[in-house]
Structure formats: C-alpha cells, structure tokens
C-alpha cells in the first residue's frame, strides 16, 4: 500500500539514527562499511540508493539485516515513481480472461 506521506530516505535514517547519536562522521562510517566518503556522503545527502551489497555493509556494521535496508529503499523508490507516475493513467488493463 502505497501511504500519502513521503517515507524517510535510508540515508536520513543512517544520518539521523546512527551518526548523530554515535558522533560518527561520514569518513568514519566509510572506513566501518569498506567504501569511500563520497559514497557515504551521497547516500547520507539522498543523491544515492542503497544497493544490496550496500545493504549488506550496512547490515553488519549496524547488527540489522540486509532485508531493512533494501525495503526501505524500496519503498522510497516506489514512492516517488507513484508521484510521477501520472503518465501511467494511458495504459488500460489488459482482460486476462481472453488468454
């Protein structure tokens, strides 16, 4: 079910959750998971996703399971294509009865 209310990007939940509680920089959290600053900054900042092999850093470094992180993702994704998905309304169902 797709709610009205935007869903939080994982790398809001990263910043907000993990390194403003741990006062963990994004250097910090970059040497934890193995990737560079600018990764961590990109996902942090909402210019990036999280992948499955970055859920599986995240999961291990935070003690969470890969599974979090990438339904997160995905419900942002599926958020934002709704939102621009206005174009869709063209497309008619198709009848399954007649196959």
């Known amino acids: 079910m797709i709610t009205k209310r935007r869903p939080r990007h994982p ?3 990263i910043k907000r959750q993990y390194l403003e509680p741990l006062g963990m920089t994004i250097t910090e959290l970059g040497d934890v998971l ?3 600053r600018k990764t961590v900054s990109e ?3 909402e210019q990036a996703g999280v992948s499955p092999l970055m ?18 993702q ?10 621009e998905s206005e ?5 008619s169902p198709v009848n399954l009865q007649t196959c």
């Open 87 to 91: 174009s869709l309304n063209d497309i």
């Open 43 to 45: 996902l942090v900042n």
């Open 74 to 83: 995905q419900k942002y994704d599926l958020w934002n294509a709704v939102q």
């Open 11 to 13: 790398g809001a939940l």
């Open 55 to 72: 859920a599986i850093r995240l999961a291990k470094a935070f003690q969470t399971s890969p599974e979090l992180w990438l339904n997160l």
């Open 34 to 36: 193995g990737v560079s």
